[in-house]
């Protein structure tokens, strides 16, 4: 299958290296000043789960390019609009386009642009980032992947996309459930990016605190409540399981909304809690420490 990557960051740098690493036919869409570091660097992986380095195939938006099998989209909340734009001339019909996006929001804007059928569902969980040569660094033992049709069936185009992703080095799961793996991650997340955020610690001095482990459980419900108002398949004790994870997590854990405050930059307040808030306000729910953190988000942005 051919593979386009939108962007070439921590995360489809990562996993679109790993799909080099195999021999799969993958290029990247970027943008120029990216192209030029690539075309200087190559792109280069520096993984727990092993090193690499190649000279990867680039196109910049509108440069000529045959049809595309698969397009994974793994952009901040905030760039998923101009995303949108500079890949439209290279999907078709029979292009799947997998987003690896945080949250819900963004598949009504891909379905409203491309179509229902064109949009399959996908998440992620891995540690990564960019430092400042542009090297992707992966730090963790985690490089999932997690794929579906959000049907759950096993269709011809979702099984030869599953032989495709399989044998790499990271870790490509086609899921029978996606649109619940999506939500309990989508809930996971909010939870943790809220309260790292609003506390600007790592998770574990916050779990220190009485009010600390009593904010993240009335977090993870308020979420879970927004979300089964509007009948997402949240499966039943899912917030024991959440409450669980968090507790277990490393002590000097960060959200990367977080990570995203300490460095200056622009959050995905809008894309998880604003998301949140317009369900409750029209099924007239009370979210008192959602609507905390989003004002501590919208006044953060706004300096």
């Not at 792109?43 to 045959?66: Q, R």
């Not at 734009?85 to 690896?100: D, H, Q, R, S």
């Not at 430092?131 to 660094?137: Q, R, S």
């Amino acid at each position: 299958m051919r593979v386009l990557i939108v962007g070439a960051g921590g995360i489809g740098g990562y996993f679109g290296g790993r799909l080099v690493e195999k021999g799969e036919d993958v290029t990247f869409l970027v943008r120029q000043n990216r192209k030029q570091q690539l075309d200087e660097t190559g792109l280069v992986i520096e993984s727990v789960h092993g090193n690499m380095e190649f000279k990867p195939k680039t196109i910049v938006s509108g440069e000529p390019a045959e049809p595309f099998d698969v397009i994974l989209l793994s952009t901040k909340a905030y760039h998923l609009q101009g995303a949108i734009e500079g890949m439209k001339p290279y999907v078709t019909e029979n292009t799947m386009i997998l987003p690896l996006l945080n949250g819900i929001a963004h598949v009504d804007e891909l379905r409203a642009v491309f179509g229902d059928e064109s949009v399959i569902g996908g998440l992620c969980f891995i540690e990564t980032t960019l430092d400042e040569k542009g090297t992707v660094v992966q730090t963790s033992p985690i490089h999932d992947l997690v794929f579906g049709e959000f049907s759950g069936e096993q269709t011809e185009r979702i099984k030869k996309l599953e032989s495709t992703f399989q044998g790499t080095k990271a870790s490509f799961r086609l899921s029978e459930n996606i649109e619940q793996d999506m939500w309990h991650k989508y809930q996971f997340i909010a939870t943790l990016s809220g309260v790292t955020s609003i506390f600007r610690a790592p998770i574990g001095p916050i779990r220190d605190q009485e009010y600390g482990v009593e904010t993240i459980q009335t977090l993870l419900e308020e979420v879970g409540n927004v979300m089964r108002s509007v009948e997402a398949p949240l499966a039943e004790g899912i917030e024991a399981s959440q409450m669980d994870k968090i507790m277990q997590m490393g002590y000097n854990m960060k959200s990367s909304l977080q990570r995203d405050m300490e460095k200056g930059l622009k959050t995905e307040a809008e894309h998880f809690f604003g998301y949140l808030l317009q369900i409750a306000k029209v099924k007239q729910l009370r979210t008192p420490v959602i609507g905390t953190i989003y004002a501590n988000l919208e006044v953060y942005e706004a300096r």
